[in-house]
């Protein structure tokens, strides 16, 4: 599945980063990304399974990765220089409900299980997407918000910058 998408304004962007340090522009665009990001994370939380314990509560907005992820990542991205990157999704620092969260969306193939019910026949369980469909419904409504956000964060940058400079 392809998806075609029309952006503007990054050279304005990048003239308006350039008022600022390396890191306060980090800064403004974490910022921004994360407050664009809060009402799809809601969206993903409504959408999961509520038989599935902790898994909603486990669904976080962050930089970070854990191990496994960090290295499919960098193998995905490894010539891309992007200064700032926010992942939404099961995390697994908010406690096991994480660690399932692919097998809820995808779900699982019937397979012969192994260790102590070896032997035995799972069945397989159906996928029940949450993350998404949360995806698919928010994403014009959340570059909208984006773009709002990250101009606001970035007046409030400049102008801390420029009272610094001042005084």
Excluded: C
């Excluded at 350039?18 to 800064?27: N, P, T």
């Excluded at 399932?100 to 032997?119: C, D, M, Q, W, Y």
């Amino acid at each position: 599945m392809t998806a075609t998408m029309e952006l503007e304004g990054f050279a304005e962007l990048d003239a308006a980063l350039a008022q600022l340090s390396r890191s306060a522009g980090k800064g403004v665009l974490r910022r921004a990304l994360k407050k664009a990001g809060e009402p799809l994370v809601a969206m993903v939380r409504a959408g999961v399974p509520r038989d599935d314990g902790d898994l909603a509560e486990s669904i976080a907005i962050s930089t970070k990765l854990d191990k496994r992820q960090r290295g499919q990542h960098r193998k995905m991205f490894r010539s891309d220089k992007a200064s700032v990157e926010m992942f939404i999704g099961p995390s697994y620092d908010l406690g096991d409900g994480g660690r399932h969260g692919h097998l809820v969306e995808f779900g699982t193939k019937p397979r012969i299980n192994s260790g102590i019910f070896a032997g035995t026949a799972h069945p397989g369980t159906a996928p029940q997407p949450f993350m998404r469909p949360a995806w698919d419904s928010d994403k014009t409504a959340m570059l909208d918000r984006l773009k709002v956000d990250l101009w606001a964060e970035l007046q409030k940058a400049i102008a801390r910058a420029e009272r610094r400079a001042a005084g």
